[in-house]
């Protein structure tokens, strides 16, 4: 059977049909004209957000002299990339990192398996009296934690434990607890009860339905408070200078307070460089994960 096709009828895609709109030259200048606020809005976000690294990673090849007599912003006179070396030395940096991680991992662990849990249970689960409890972990975000320094040190002195890692990881899942709850509460809300509702009829107990369900659909919110809070909890200085107690337990920020002298004098810069050691660190580590981060900024806005 053959079938006949009218040409009148018939749609001819010759080359032409598929070339590029080619603009007139009085378009093309157009077009760039109205580009360039675009362009000169996304070189000056780029400069304010360069120099700054710029400015710290000069000044970290300079002596204090250097430093001292010659405006901030100038290349060295000499460049000292020794100061990285004194810089690790001096700060003890190896070891202020590693009690940084020690601090710093086991607190995300609960912050993210607590908080994670606390806002399942607000905002999936129906129960009396949760809008009170959404409220009382609201109001834990009000308190300054200037206020209950003393209390929790005498807390832990009384406790035997002030002198280990133990009160700064309880410390900082504590603050970092309502945030999270908040935030949670907040993405688990864009998440449609039917989901849960189904797992609920197939068998899932409410445990099963939070880690096979919630949890892993939860994956880029989890991302995005885990590099909240660790920022938080990375650049601390209060709770960790006051609670660290013995200088082996010293973390990251309270290492960079031994680059200061006798008499208040600082050896700037094997500073900046240690500065520049754990700025670039963490500035890698958000690179790598600063798509997730994006993509669970944006879940919790889709429903509010």
Same mark, same amino acid.
């Given at each position: 059977?053959? %079938? ?15 070339? =590029?709109?080619?603009? &007139?030259p ?5 077009? /760039? #004209?109205?580009?360039?606020p675009? *362009?000169? +809005? ?5 400069? $304010?957000?360069?120099? =700054?690294?710029? *400015?710290?990673?000069?000044n970290? #090849?300079? &002596?204090?002299a ?24 001096? !700060?003890n940096?190896?070891? &202020? ?10 607190s ?7 908080g &994670? ?10 129960f009396? !009296? ?18 209950i320094?003393? =209390? ?11 002198n %280990? ?14 945030l999270? $709850?908040?935030?949670?509460? +907040? ?22 339905a939070?880690?096979a369900? !919630?949890? =892993? ?8 408070v ?7 909890? *990375? ?18 920020? /309270?290492?960079l ?7 208040g ?5 094997? #500073? ?6 754990? +700025? ?15 993509? !669970?900024?944006?879940a ?5």
């Amino acid at each position: 059977m053959t %079938s006949i096709l009218d040409p009148e009828t018939t749609a001819v895609h010759t080359p032409r049909a598929f070339e =590029p709109h080619r603009r &007139t030259p009085a378009q093309a200048v157009v077009h /760039v #004209l109205r580009r360039i606020p675009t *362009w000169l +809005t996304i070189t000056f976000l780029l400069v $304010v957000t360069a120099y =700054p690294l710029f *400015w710290m990673v000069i000044n970290s #090849l300079k &002596t204090n002299a250097d430093f001292l007599s010659n405006p901030s912003y100038a290349f060295p006179e000499e460049w000292h990339w020794e100061n990285y070396v004194i810089a690790w030395e001096t !700060g003890n940096l190896a070891t &202020t990192i590693s009690n940084s991680l020690i601090v710093t991992i086991p607190s995300l662990i609960l912050i993210v398996l607590l908080g &994670t849990a606390a806002g399942y249970a607000l905002e999936i689960l129906v129960f009396k !009296g949760r809008a009170m409890v959404l409220l009382i972990f609201l109001a834990g975000i009000m308190i300054p934690g200037q206020m209950i320094v003393l =209390p929790l040190f005498n807390a832990f002195f009384k406790l035997g434990i002030n002198n %280990s890692y133990l009160p700064m990881i309880m410390i900082y899942t504590a603050a970092g607890l309502p945030l999270t $709850v908040f935030m949670m509460a +907040t993405y688990f809300r864009a998440i449609p009860r039917e989901i849960f509702e189904a797992a609920t009829i197939d068998g899932a107990s409410m445990t099963r339905a939070f880690f096979a369900i !919630g949890f =892993p659909m939860m994956r880029n919110a989890v991302i995005t408070v885990a590099i909240v809070q660790f920022f938080l909890i *990375w650049n601390d200085l209060l709770i960790a200078l006051i609670f660290g107690g013995k200088r082996s337990l010293n973390t990251i920020q /309270v290492g960079l307070l031994n680059f200061s002298g006798e008499y208040g004098a600082i050896n700037y810069g094997p #500073l900046f460089a240690a500065i520049c050691i754990t +700025t670039f660190g963490i500035l890698i580590l958000y690179l790598f994960l600063n798509q997730r981060i994006m993509k !669970g900024l944006a879940a919790g806005a889709v429903k509010g």
